[in-house]
C-alpha cells in the first residue's frame, strides 16, 4: 500500500513541477481518497493565461513525467480548444483550464468534501 502512496506522491510531484516549469497558475491538489465511488485518488488543477499557456503546461507536464516517472497519461482530452484539458494518469487526473472556463465549472466546489491543497508559487 505505501508503494502505491509513494508512487502516487512521485507522480503528484512531477506533475506540479511541470506545472511550475511553464509557470502555470493557482495550482491546487484534491485529495479525493476519503470520499466514496470516486474515479481517482487525486485532482491537479491549475489553470493557464491562454490556449497556448494551457497547451505549454499540458506539454511540459507529460516531458517531465515520461522523464522522470517513465509514465505517460492514458487518456488526454480537450487539446484542441485547450480551455480546458483533462490528463488522465488513472489515480490522478489533471484538469488545465483558462481561468473563465475554471471559474464557471467550479470543480474546487463541486469536491468541497475534498482535503484541498494549494500549492504556493514564487513567480
Known amino acids: 500500500m505505501t508503494k502505491d502512496n509513494s508512487n502516487a506522491d512521485q507522480l503528484i510531484t512531477t506533475i ?32 493557464g493565461t491562454s490556449n497556448t499557456q494551457v497547451n505549454a503546461v499540458v506539454n511540459s507536464i507529460q516531458k517531465q513525467v515520461s522523464k522522470t516517472v517513465k509514465d ?14 483533462l490528463m488522465d494518469y488513472v489515480n490522478v487526473v489533471v484538469h488545465v483550464f483558462q481561468k473563465h472556463v475554471r471559474e464557471y465549472y467550479d470543480i474546487e466546489s463541486l469536491w468541497g468534501d475534498a482535503k484541498t491543497t494549494v500549492i504556493e508559487t514564487s513567480y
Open 72 to 85: 505517460k497519461p492514458w487518456h488526454i482530452e480537450g487539446t484542441d480548444n485547450a480551455e480546458w484539458v
Open 16 to 47: 506540479i513541477a511541470g506545472i511550475e516549469e511553464v509557470k502555470g497558475k493557482e495550482i491546487v491538489i484534491l485529495d479525493l481518497r476519503d470520499i466514496e465511488n470516486t474515479v481517482c485518488d487525486y485532482f491537479i488543477i491549475c489553470e
